[in-house]
C-alpha cells in the first residue's frame, strides 16, 4: 500500500512539473481586406474606443467613424468577434520564464497563426487580416500585485472580470501595456474571475504578440498529466480490490 502510494504522489509531482507552460485557446478569425477595417489607407490609433465594461461577447464600440473603426459591410467590428464562418481554434503557450518563477510568457514577433488557412493569404506573403479572442478564468490573490503585460499590434483589449485592464484600440506599431491587479481590483476579496482578450491585425505590415503574466490561469493540466495521475490512482485502486480479497 505504501508503495502505491508512494507512485501516486510521485506522480502527482510528475504532473506539476508540467505546470512549467500553459495554454489558452480561443478562436481565431478570418477576414478579407475591405478598405475599410481591413487594410484602410489610413489608420489612427488610441485608448477609449470600447467600452469600459464587457457586457457580452464583444467589446461595444464607442467611438466610430474613418478616423477610428466602422461598424459597417463584412468587416464590421460587430463581426470582429461573433461570426462564425472563416473561423478556427487557436491555442497559445505560455511558458514559464524560470523554474518556479510563477511568470509565464508567450512572445513572437511574426503572429499570423492562420496562414494558408481560411480565407488564405489572398496573394500576399502572410494571411494579415484576422481577429484573435480567448476566454478564460484566473485565480486573484489579492495583495499579492499580480501583472498582465502586453506588447503588440494592432488593436488590443483585455478585460478582467468585465473591467477594460489593457486597451491599445487602432493600427500602430508595437506598443506596450501593463496592469496590476491590485489596483484594476481594488477592494476585491481573492477569487475566481474572468479573462477575456481580444485582438486584431488589421495591416500588412508586422504582427507582434507578446504576453507576460504571473496571474494563476484555470487551466485543465496537460494530457499527459492526467495519464500520469490516471496510472497512479489506477494503480491505488487495483491495490485495494487485492487486499480485499
Not at 181 to 204: K, Q, V, W
Not at 227 to 237: F, T, V
Request: hydrophobic share 35%.
Amino acid at each position: 500500500m505504501k508503495r502505491i502510494l508512494a507512485l501516486t504522489l510521485a506522480s502527482l509531482s510528475c504532473a506539476t512539473a508540467f505546470a512549467g507552460s500553459i495554454t489558452l485557446t480561443g478562436t481565431v478569425r478570418d477576414f478579407n481586406a475591405d478598405g475599410v477595417n481591413f487594410e484602410a489607407s489610413s489608420y489612427t490609433s488610441g485608448p477609449g474606443w470600447v467600452n469600459s465594461t464587457l457586457s457580452g461577447p464583444s467589446p461595444t464600440l464607442t467611438a466610430t467613424g474613418a478616423s477610428h473603426i466602422s461598424n459597417s459591410d463584412a468587416g464590421a467590428f460587430s463581426n470582429w468577434y461573433t461570426n462564425t464562418a472563416n473561423s478556427m481554434s487557436y491555442g497559445l503557450t505560455l511558458t514559464e520564464t524560470g523554474p518556479g518563477t510563477g511568470i509565464y510568457e508567450y512572445l513572437s514577433s511574426a503572429f499570423y497563426p492562420i496562414d494558408n488557412q481560411l480565407l488564405g493569404n489572398q496573394g500576399r506573403s502572410h494571411n494579415y487580416h484576422f481577429t484573435y479572442a480567448i476566454s478564460s478564468t484566473f485565480y486573484y490573490n489579492a495583495g499579492a500585485g499580480q501583472k498582465f503585460s502586453f506588447t503588440g499590434d494592432d488593436d488590443v483589449w483585455v478585460f478582467f472580470d468585465n473591467k477594460l485592464g489593457i486597451d491599445l484600440g487602432g493600427v500602430h506599431g508595437a506598443q506596450s501595456q501593463t496592469v496590476n491587479l491590485d489596483t484594476l481590483f481594488s477592494g476585491y476579496a481573492s477569487g475566481n474571475y474572468s479573462f477575456d482578450f481580444f485582438f486584431a491585425e488589421r495591416h500588412t505590415t508586422e504582427s507582434n504578440l507578446k504576453i507576460q503574466t504571473s496571474l494563476a490561469f484555470n487551466e485543465v493540466p496537460e494530457p499527459a498529466s492526467l495519464a500520469l495521475i490516471g496510472i497512479a490512482l489506477a494503480g491505488l485502486g487495483f491495490s485495494r480490490r487485492r487486499q480485499s480479497k
